[in-house]
């Protein structure tokens, strides 16, 4: 009786070290994220545009959604719009070219969903993949030379701590800090709110850790 009581003690404090371990390792993750998610800022870059082609809200907001139909229809994950929005949003804080012409920014939008689902996603869409799916209005030079303009404009930082990212981290210490909550319910939520947010600019413009 005193072994099994004694066994029974040490699986419950070996149980509750790794449970203490892993809210550990989950907030070391957050605050890891925290530290830089100030590389990834985005600023009212929408401010700066001055004439009536220039790209305002709306544009944006078309965009959004087509890709987000584009990484439906191809299985891709949500979390791919909100790294690919990232992209395109801290490129036109810094090219003015493609905040005042339409047709540049449609070209970095779906080159910023092609880099994203080249980077982050298992499956790559190929360059001739992607202009079936826009009917070949940009041409893959046109794609590729966007490519290059993205990347050096981002510093070639290509890995933001989206609010998904937070979403999945901070959903797993909610659950393990009160057992009463189920993890995956709370990250499917969360997600949900996400993905109802995607195309607000307002949104954006915050940390993503808030």
Request: proline share 2%; hydrophobic share 40%.
């Amino acid at each position: 009786m005193n072994m099994s009581i004694d066994d029974h003690s040490d699986t419950d404090s070996t149980g509750s070290c790794c449970h203490d371990e892993r809210i550990c390792s989950l907030a070391e993750t957050v605050r890891t994220l925290r530290d830089h998610e100030g590389d990834y800022t985005v600023t009212d870059y929408l401010a700066m545009t001055c004439n009536e082609e220039a790209v305002d809200l709306n544009c944006r907001s078309q965009m959004i959604q087509w890709i987000m139909g584009v990484v439906d229809h191809c299985g891709f994950h949500r979390i791919t719009v909100s790294i690919a929005t990232n992209y395109l949003d801290r490129f036109l804080m810094k090219t003015e070219l493609a905040r005042q012409d339409r047709s540049a920014f449609q070209l970095g939008f779906i080159t910023c969903l092609y880099l994203a689902i080249k980077i982050h996603e298992p499956t790559v869409l190929s360059i001739d993949s992607v202009q079936r799916l826009i009917r070949n209005v940009y041409t893959k030079q046109q794609i590729e030379s966007m490519e290059l303009l993205i990347l050096n404009a981002n510093e070639w930082r290509m890995n933001p701590s989206t609010p998904f990212h937070f979403a999945l981290y901070l959903s797993e210490m909610i659950s393990l800090m009160d057992p009463r909550l189920d993890g995956e319910t709370v990250q499917e939520l969360a997600n949900l709110q996400l993905e109802g947010v995607l195309n607000e600019y307002n949104v954006s413009l915050l940390p993503s850790s808030l």
